[in-house]
């Protein structure tokens, strides 16, 4: 692994360097996306099929043979084995309950001369998941990007997953039926960002597109931005672990494979104020490192963007993960509650030596969509908020219009928008009559 | 006006006409956005110091010359005419009432074994405040975006306003310094935006970008989306009025003039089921319109994209309204807080007579930067939420732990992520042993 110190001169710059990603979409992507999109919009299904069929290598006659019905999700979960069917039944009760802390709720107040103020809270009408297909296809993302959705009240959750080769994954469509997922499509790529942000004749538009894709997904994700609404743009996975040199080397070591195995573009560090013990984990990182099952892509991963950072003290550590703003944070500390109100970004806080990352990823409760990249200095977890929306409330009463309408005309003047002046100001009550007892929103003119 | 009537058979067409909108950056906006924010990533300070003298036809030496003292805000607020410094002052103060039952609050539970789940909320280190310059260079806008990030905590608000010509806006500077913003720099149009993005030596990184622009501002946005936050990218402003017929038709005209004044592309719908008052408010129309100070601009919005629109009933105008999800929703009924539970979609609500628009666009208190384009069915009013963030917390007591543990082992193996599983498997407590009593996250291993 990069081993840096931050003692180092080049120490700052070293560290620039070691984080740098920037996720590219090239010319040629670019084009290909704009194309699938521009066809999608004016043929439709048509496309939709013409697409899949090239790029997943299908022979589907139309869109009936890219839509599972509902009793296929049934069946999938009914026939998983008991011990599988059980912990993704778990997982999904987890979930559901964490994120029911998350629903925000309507507020309103009134003032004293009976102007009512507040916002109307509502969920989305309609929300589309992208799910990716092949080897990555992880029926535990369908449960962190539905699960927060049914339970923001959206009445109909899409799921598009392409199989490509023609290749299934039961345990996403068992996900699926567990997560109460309305419609699901097998398509994938550009045209079914497409599909879902302007509809066809059988994929209904949706309102948001949430989920993780290739670069292809990502740019046309970015590109109909806008049209609906996407979440963040995801970047590799990271993990940052902070320890105190008391933990299990074996267990850090571990914590840190369960990042780089994901891709080659993963990074896994651990920050730590004793060398030795950044010795004594470099240790079980190259004895443990051939036993793993995907040791190829984690040897990757780990050699080239990993790394075990030096740093004088506690302070420094602290400052280093809120440079770093990292998507996990381990706090491998006895303490970590005492850390916890210096950290200011990170996307998921892992508080104690008993907490990994992995149960965060599947079954702890919290979302495992996070924000990558440095990306948690301005943005959070999926949640149930990402699937509500809200409404700002205005209802005036006679006597508090006119009190506004003295500021809003003075102010609109000043900017030379006279007409809002004078909408303001056919509120204002006569001067010389004394303003009506507050009569609330109700009472019209 | 166009004239819609809802019995008609192309009715749904000619509404998707009429409501139609795309802000398109064509290749050449693009082009030009690419290359300067290569420059300006490149060359720093050089570059913003080029392109606004280029640009904004100025004659600055150095970005000493676009940085405006915090006292010029002071000076600009203390002289102006008492008025308006009483109204902005009146507006800031009930704008930040308004926000303060916005601030999203940390919140933390224990499960029964110990293990505490949560979320921690932190506000943004930086964020940047883009104001357009010249004619729509509006003070308003300075309180509305950056009340919000001073509620929620933001300890550096940085604002980028350009001056074309070297024209300074007195109210902006002013609403600046009313609002707390941290640093004022006169520059503007893609190079402000890369500058606040990117960071140069002068102007600090900043972690979201809010505010209005014209095409290069919004490209810009677009493209240095993920690098920091931004705002949504903001159409035309549009009001959509649903009433019962029992308004004053001047007030009615004067509040589809309020949003038609803004510039031609801007939207005003009327929406309601007695024909005579639609004809009652289209004479008051064109008995007004020449009376405006911006009749031009009014005249061309009205002509061509405002509408009256003659509904069968409430149902179907609530239907309307949905479909339409405004930036703008005037509800001129007796009794709107009965339809509020029906409608779905809006960015700002007003309910009642006595709530026109301008209200709100002032000083009623809610934000003024709504979604807008249809995209309130999946986004908000600006906010404090968006100047806060969210961190997950999970800490597993070691049974907790154990617990999850279980479940994350099978969930991971059968995705084939098998360091996942065995760093989960770490904190499996030996089977024959029982669970330890409840340690709680402090209780390390």
């Not at 006119?402 to 003047?413: C, D, E, F, P, Y």
Request: net charge negative; glycine share 8%; hydrophobic share 45%.
């Amino acid at each position: 692994m990069n081993r840096l110190d931050s003692r180092d001169a080049g120490f700052s710059a070293d560290l620039d360097r070691l984080l740098a990603w920037e996720g590219v979409s090239d010319a040629a992507v670019q084009r290909t996306v704009d194309e699938v999109i521009t066809r999608v919009r004016s043929e439709g299904d048509a496309a939709v099929v013409d697409y899949s069929n090239r790029f997943d290598h299908l022979q589907a006659a139309g869109m009936a043979a890219l839509t599972v019905p509902r009793e296929r999700l049934q069946q999938a979960y009914e026939q998983l084995p008991g011990r599988e069917r059980d912990a993704l039944a778990a997982a999904a009760e987890r979930v559901r309950r964490y994120h029911a802390h998350q629903r925000q709720e309507s507020w309103q107040y009134t003032e004293a001369d009976g102007t009512l103020l507040g916002q109307q809270v509502t969920p989305l009408d309609r929300v589309g998941i992208y799910v990716p297909g092949g080897k990555a296809s992880y029926p535990s993302s369908v449960l962190m990007n539905a699960i927060p959705a049914k339970v923001a009240g959206v009445p109909e959750v899409i799921m598009c997953v392409p199989t490509p080769g023609g290749e299934v994954n039961e345990l996403v469509l068992a996900a699926a039926w567990l997560a109460d997922v309305d419609r699901v499509f097998t398509i994938g790529g550009a045209q079914a960002v497409a599909a879902l942000a302007y509809g066809t004749e059988s994929v209904p538009r949706v309102d948001k597109i949430v989920g993780p894709g290739n670069i292809y997904v990502a740019t046309a994700k970015r590109q109909v931005f806008g049209q609906v609404g996407i979440d963040m743009i995801a970047g590799p996975s990271e993990i940052l672990i902070y320890c105190d040199g008391l933990t299990d080397p074996d267990w850090i070591a571990m914590d840190l494979f369960s990042q780089a195995e994901h891709d080659e573009q993963a990074q896994s560090i651990l920050i730590a104020s004793d060398a030795a013990y950044l010795d004594a984990v470099q240790a079980r990182v190259d004895a443990l490192l051939p036993t793993l099952e995907r040791a190829d892509i984690a040897g990757v991963s780990i050699r080239e963007r990993g790394a075990l950072i030096l740093v004088r003290d506690e302070d420094e550590a602290v400052e280093l993960i809120n440079r770093i703003a990292p998507e996990h944070l381990e706090l491998s500390v006895a303490e970590p509650l005492a850390l916890l109100p210096r950290v200011r970004h990170a996307g998921a806080i892992f508080l104690g030596r008993h907490t990994p990352e992995a149960l965060g990823d599947y079954c702890a409760g919290p979302n495992h969509v996070l924000p990558t990249s440095g990306t948690a200095r301005f943005s959070s977890p999926l949640g149930v908020y990402d699937f509500q929306k809200r409404s700002s409330l205005i209802g005036c009463s006679p006597a508090g219009a006119s009190t506004l309408a003295g500021i809003a005309s003075v102010l609109a003047r000043g900017e030379g928008l006279t007409a809002h002046a004078r909408s303001a100001e056919l509120r204002l009550l006569p001067d010389d009559e004394p303003a009506p007892a507050a009569g609330g929103v109700e009472g019209g003119a």
